[in-house]
């Protein structure tokens, strides 16, 4: 029986790059660069929290409406990660995957993703998840439309073909906790269908400063949640 008070499918939209750099006088750039510190520290910390899939919200499909410098530059951040932690990825026994639109993604980003997905796959420990070029809604959509038509679809067989609408290789389980950080609280079309009992976890830290102590802190949080999932506690 898992242990119902770990959030073994953690979701974190990682937001306040741009303040946290705005705030030092720095290009918004740099408040991303910051962010892969936070990045590496997270994935770090989440298997001794017992988090089985992380899944980190890296770029939204409405993101391609910044500004074409910030745009280059944030892919150009994914394309070194991937370059430079692919490696402590398979020392660390974490298997990294990109979720999200690959098509609009340049040909050698889109490579390095490939390389990286290859070269991890064995991981067990975690199964880290990017999302780049992600949408919830885009993804229902193109779920619904590659489904056959021919009967109502169960829950399943639509959870299938939404995997397969975001190019993830094998099904992840539903989130239990959904972090934000970053002051917002709103889900930024980020995982709709998979958080429909998603425990929400909002803090104002700015992501760059976020660190494995307000990591356990969500954690905890989590723990101390009654879960009932529509029904009554007795039942659960
Ligand atoms: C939102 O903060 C953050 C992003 C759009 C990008 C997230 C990217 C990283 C954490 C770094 C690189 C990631 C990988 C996978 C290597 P914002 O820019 O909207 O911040 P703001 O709300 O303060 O402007």
Redesign the pocket.
Known sequence: MPDATVPRHTAII???????A?NRGWP?LA???A??D??RRTVEAAPGLGIETLT?????AD?WGRPQAEVDG?MR??H??LANETDRCIADDVRLSVIGRRDRLGPLLRAAIATSEMATSAGRRLHLR?A?DYSARDALLTAAWNLPHQAFPSREAFAEALGQAIGAHDPAPDVDLLIRS?G?QRLSDFLLWESAYAELYFTDT??PDFDAEGFTTAVHHFANRERRFGKLKEVV
């Open positions: 990682m937001d306040g790059n741009g303040r946290w705005t918004r408040g991303h660069r962010g892969i936070a990045l980190l919200y890296a770029f939204s993101n944030l951040l994914f070194l990660y990017l780049i970053g917002e700015l992501w």
